[in-house]
T-cell receptor, first 116, second 113 residues
Framework: DAKTTQPPSMDCAEGRAANLPCNHS???????VYWYRQIHSQGPQYIIH???NNETNEMASLIITEDRKSSTLILPHATLRDTAVYYC?????????????????FGQGTILTVHP | DVKVTQSSRYLVKRTGEKVFLECVQD?????MFWYRQDPGLGLRLIYF???????EKGDIPEGYSVSREKKERFSLILESASTNQTSMYLC????????????FGDGTRLSIL
């Protein structure tokens, strides 16, 4: 799976949009971009994923550049409860059999702090 | 909403004990996973299962076994607990399908004394 690079920390004011960047310059054609977040002492929470088109759901938007080498997670109106570590993961489509099947590998992530 | 429930949030056991961690999902997912998460080491896959009674080793299966007798339940067993198995254990599940995301439980923080 391709390696990702994220800034170690970011701040955002409550009510403003939080834009979290992720670089994945070695991504290959069959690899998806996934975003998860983890609030202290809880399990990771799935946010959104995409292949090449921009995606939006009730939690966030995912913007993937045309060359697919980077992406941005957008939380449109950040709240204090969005303070968490955000992980960008690039993962190939799962194969049948083998230990790589479905495995997620989290990097260091971005610590997002939303302040009043 | 997907619900993955782990039986305990916190657990304290003694060295040499046999420890059972239970995980139940309510979304009829085919795939289930056990990970452990340690500071500085990130998330590491212990075992996964893609069907009832089927299991595959992950990256760190030593000292662990699993059981999947029913589709909704995936158990992790520490055969003889050791202090280096003190960790946060996370269960996840996903639908069959090449891009389906995994959904996690809240984790069990296990301490082996």
């Amino acid at each position: 799976d391709a390696k990702t690079t994220q800034p170690p920390s970011m701040d955002c004011a409550e009510g403003r949009a939080a834009n979290l960047p992720c670089n994945h310059s070695t991504i290959s054609g069959n690899e998806y971009v996934y975003w998860y977040r983890q609030i202290h002492s809880q399990g990771p929470q799935y946010i959104i994923h995409g292949l090449k088109n921009n995606e939006t759901n009730e939690m966030a938007s995912l913007i993937i550049t045309e060359d697919r080498k980077s992406s941005t997670l957008i939380l449109p109106h950040a709240t204090l409860r969005d303070t968490a570590v955000y992980y960008c993961i690039v993962r190939a489509r799962a194969n049948a059999g083998g230990t790589s099947y479905g495995k997620l590998t989290f990097g260091q992530g971005t610590i997002l702090t939303v302040h009043p | 909403d997907v619900k993955v429930t782990q039986s305990s949030r916190y657990l304290v056991k003694r060295t040499g004990e046999k420890v059972f961690l239970e995980c139940v999902q309510d979304m009829d997912h085919e795939n289930m996973f056990w990970y452990r998460q340690d500071p500085g080491l990130g998330l590491r896959l212990i075992y996964f299962s893609y069907d009832v009674k089927m299991k595959e080793k992950g990256d760190i299966p030593e000292g662990y076994s699993v059981s999947r007798e029913k589709k909704e339940r995936f158990s992790l067993i520490l055969e003889s607990a050791s202090t280096n198995q003190t960790s946060m254990y996370l269960c996840a599940s996903s639908q069959q399908g090449r891009d389906q995301p995994q959904h996690f439980g809240d984790g069990t923080r296990l301490s082996i004394l």
